[in-house]
């Protein structure tokens, strides 16, 4: 049977309860205490000691009975870029109503122009002059509200460019280098011909590492973690010491991607190196 691995939280604080012989993993988060009366480690309620206790405990929690603090969003691209689009935006609508007060101007000085039956002569030529004042406002603000169009269409087209990206060749080359550092190995080569590499590749490659370390290890045991199985892989000699950590490595961010809500610009990189964690992990196991 699987042991109980449980979490709460007070609103300062974070509440872990463990096997005892798993102490040395709780005391690997900074910060911990001891709780003698409810027999459990407690933390302070923050987001960098969320993310610790997700990251090695992620796997054996059943359930995730904490959450993270909110945090503000790190600026990004796209962010600015979007920020940029609404500037412009606004500055069209303000030329919007400049335009319409000056069309409204004319419409009046037309129509007075229309009804008025006295002092023609003088009227007209203050008419004129205003027409004029006019057009000559509309001709300076025409220039920079086709300037701002022209503007306002490229940052747009720059959103969409980012938001397609080129992954599809990114991903390839990848692959090509996963082949070449693997020597071609069969397994993990048929494995990632198959693996898009978006936010499911790490929880894919975990799934993958899980079922060759119970390959290795002869046991069908579907209760064992993926920490226990290199736990147990580690104790049967059968992964050296840089194994163990590209494996951990794999575990840890397949648990922060599978349970955390990330900054979205750091899901890229999170792939990549879960990916290439993978590619420099499996000529190190055993055939």
Not at 143 to 171: A, T, V
Not at 243 to 259: G, S, T
């Amino acid at each position: 049977m699987k042991r109980a691995f449980t979490t709460w939280e007070s609103e300062t604080e974070y509440f872990l309860k463990i096997p005892f012989d798993q102490k040395d993993r709780a005391k690997s988060i900074s910060g911990y205490r001891w709780d003698t009366e409810q027999k459990c480690w407690f933390y302070p309620r923050t987001a960098r000691i969320y993310d610790s206790i997700i990251s090695e405990f992620g796997d054996d929690l059943v359930s995730i009975e904490i959450t993270r603090p909110s945090a503000p969003t790190g600026k990004y691209p796209i962010v600015n870029l979007k920020a940029e689009n609404q500037k412009l935006k606004d500055e069209l609508g303000r030329l919007n109503k400049i335009l319409a007060e000056k069309e409204n101007i004319l419409k009046i000085i037309t129509n007075e122009k229309d009804h008025s039956k006295t002092s023609i002569e003088s009227e007209n030529k203050t008419l004129q002059i205003a027409l004029q004042t006019v057009k000559g406002q509309l001709d300076d603000v025409m220039p920079k509200y086709e300037l701002l169009q022209n503007q306002l269409k490229e940052k747009e087209n720059e959103i969409s460019k980012l938001n397609k990206g080129e992954s599809g060749k990114i991903d390839q080359q990848l692959k090509q280098i996963a082949r070449y550092s693997t020597g071609n190995d069969r397994d993990f080569c048929n494995f990632i011909d198959k693996l898009p590499l978006d936010r499911s590749a790490p929880i894919e490659i975990a799934k993958h590492l899980e079922n060759t370390l119970r390959k290795l290890l002869s046991t069908n045991d579907r209760n064992l973690s993926l920490h226990d199985l290199i736990t147990q892989a580690r104790d049967a000699e059968i992964l050296t010491e840089e194994a163990i950590q590209l494996a951990h490595l794999i575990r840890r961010h397949r648990n922060i991607l599978a349970h955390e809500k990330i900054d979205i610009k750091t899901q890229p990189a999170r792939v990549i190196l879960v990916f290439i964690s993978a590619t420099l992990l499996w000529p190190l196991l055993p055939e």
